[in-house]
């Protein structure tokens, strides 16, 4: 019998890995403003304020540069490391990269240290829905492994607000991007608190990574403190559940990678990634990180009023975000797309 002497209220336990959402959002948030405070002669704070637009757009683009190497490496390195490490290790990227570029002496090194945060975001992106859909339960999981994208949208928001109260202050950016280091260490410490994936411990069971019998039995006690002592009991029958079912998937014919490309495989992939293309050509991403500045262009010529005016921005995406996460299992996915996908083309005409 193993010990279930920690247990951890559900939704408090999966506030750390959507820290990780929360992060992202924040830099997206906060990158609006701190586009406009970094140039403005009165209250950058530096000497190198005059800025060229390639200059700005790899501040803006240095965090999505990052994610892009952090993706890689998460192809790379996750199973070897785990969910859990692999969310400790983005916590500490975060936190990192968030110092350099609040402390930046110069364009170089902010840029280093925007390409460092996002790399933690491409870690964190891999890493937190796994956890999530490895450690929830059947009946919720669903719906937690969705607030991941509203705690994103939710950082959005925080960032268009810090970015709104500090766009007029001396070396606003600065405090912008420093804001999030603290988030960061507290992402760090819950996962170093939370109990490893027990998923990801029997799959190195059933691949032969480690003492089965270890593994097992450190699985069981995962899944014991991830659950609560109510669930102690039935923790042994459950890893075996997953074993076997592990197993079975091993068992299965190995595909190759060219399978990807035929048959139903290539229909999949083909509306999946024509689905994250369209989403990037409406430009819309490009809206959120540059919202502020658009709305200078706009009308809105001084700092203060643009960055008050995206958090209006934020907080509709946040409502409509909110909207989908409770309503995806009760009207579809289908649905939702066509139904924003209509919005957007109306929004253009």
């Avoid at 999030?180 to 170093?192: C, D, E, N, Y």
Wanted: hydrophobic share 50%; with cysteine; aromatic share 10%.
């Amino acid at each position: 019998m193993f010990s279930c002497a920690y247990h951890f209220s559900l939704d408090f336990r999966f506030l750390f890995p959507a820290l990780g959402g929360l992060l992202y959002g924040y830099d997206i948030g906060s990158t609006s403003s701190a586009t406009i405070s970094i140039q403005s002669a009165s209250f950058s704070g530096i000497s190198w304020y005059n800025l060229s637009s390639v200059e700005v757009g790899l501040i803006t683009s240095g965090s999505l540069y990052g994610a892009l190497i952090g993706s890689i490496l998460a192809f790379n390195i996750a199973d070897f490391l785990g969910r859990r490490k692999e969310l400790i290790l983005s916590a500490v990227l975060y936190l990192v990269g968030a110092l350099i570029t609040a402390v930046a002496p110069n364009l170089a090194i902010l840029i280093i240290g925007r390409v460092l945060f996002g790399t933690g975001i491409g870690l964190a992106m891999h890493a937190a829905p796994m956890y999530i859909a490895e450690t929830a339960p059947s009946q919720i999981r669903g719906l937690l492994i969705s607030l991941k994208e509203f705690f994103i949208v939710l950082g959005m928001v925080a960032g268009y607000v810090v970015g709104s109260l500090l766009v007029e202050t001396v070396a606003g950016w600065r405090y912008m991007y420093g804001v999030s280091t603290p988030l960061a260490v507290i992402m760090g410490i819950g996962m170093w608190w939370l109990a490893e994936s027990p998923r990801w411990l029997l799959l190195r069971a059933i691949q032969g990574k480690g003492d089965a019998r270890d593994l097992k039995d450190t699985a069981i006690n995962c899944l014991c403190r991830l659950r609560g002592e109510a669930f102690g009991d039935t923790a042994p029958a459950q890893v075996e559940e997953i074993l076997n079912e592990l197993a079975f998937v091993g068992e299965e014919k190995e595909v190759t990678f060219g399978e990807v490309f035929q048959g139903k495989c290539l229909k999949a992939l083909t509306i999946g990634c024509g689905l994250v293309l369209f989403q990037q050509i409406t430009g819309q991403p490009s809206v959120l990180y540059y919202a502020a500045s658009i709305l200078q262009s706009a009308g809105f010529s001084a700092a203060s009023d643009a960055t008050r005016v995206s958090i209006l921005l934020g907080l509709l995406k946040l409502i409509m975000t909110g909207v989908a996460v409770l309503a995806v299992d009760k009207l579809g996915r289908r649905p939702l797309l066509l139904g924003g996908v209509s919005g957007i083309v109306s929004a253009f005409l």
